[in-house]
């Protein structure tokens, strides 16, 4: 079947293009077999520490502080897995009070600030890597670092692309081709990785910025990932593309009345609202990522142009001078 889809690129462009709808299908199910229209919010979070180093840092004691909120207030905090076998019609739907925690990027911070208090209030957590930097940037976690957080039971380990490319960017330098190629290496290199050093399935992805399209959803889809999540500030449920869930990207400004608004107006009934002044600021923020790459930690841009696009041209079409880098770009190993 595979060599079939290989050696028709009709068929494989037809079964492409089908994927995104009969994911949506699936996702919509729920709906169509009657299911309650259920409201989640998704919590992303990327890097904690005692000062606000940057946009992206949740200082630990307002992380620790959500936590206890969520505690007090009754919410359930539960996997994300849970949320998304519930989309997919294989499991029954989470409570009304239900909350998923994320983060992304693999700061080492989640293992040296969020481990402890996640170990204290007992609560599962989904973190979405690019391995490229794994146990290789001195800002990142090591593998050795994930496999303890993994045995905790408390977190899964999930895919962030390898290097965290801004997808708009690189489509504007490449040709429809290369396009795919960087975009399927990216998903796949990605996914291997993580399946090699960690085991266990990798089909979830976050969609670095926040970026996608029909066409990405496409080929995520044909590399066997079964859900996506990106950065729109509002609840996720059932009448969401399982490829696109929305997030509500957690910053240092949103803590006390601010964290309490998000979820109470996030979850339960429907309806519009009226977001609030802070999360219209948190909105901006996220859309300036797609200008410009705001992941900045330690003087060093991860982004557009770091770690260069050539890492994932394939050896044949790059010169020599290039190979030394993508030989960079791998991950060593850890030690154990
Ligand atoms: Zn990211």
Redo the contacts with the bound molecule.
Sequence with gaps: MVRTLRNNPLILLAAVAAAPMLVLAGARAGLERGGPDIRVPILVY?RFGPVVADSMTVTTPVFEAHMQYLKDSGYSVIPLRQLVDHLLGTAPAPSPRSVVITV??GHRSVYSDMLPLVLRYRLPVTV?I?PSAISRADYALTWEELREMQRTGLFEIQS?SHW?PNFKQEKKHLNPREYEEFVTAQLTRSRDKLQAELGGAIDML?W??GIYDDQLIGLAVKARYIAAVTLERRAASTRDNIMALPRFLITNEVRGKAFERLLSTAGGSSGARVPSSTERVQTLRADACDKQPC?TWRGRRIGADWPPRSCLLSSSRRPRRQRTRDALSTPRRTKG
């Design positions: 990327h992304d990027d979405f690019y962030h965290h976050a670095p910025f992941d």
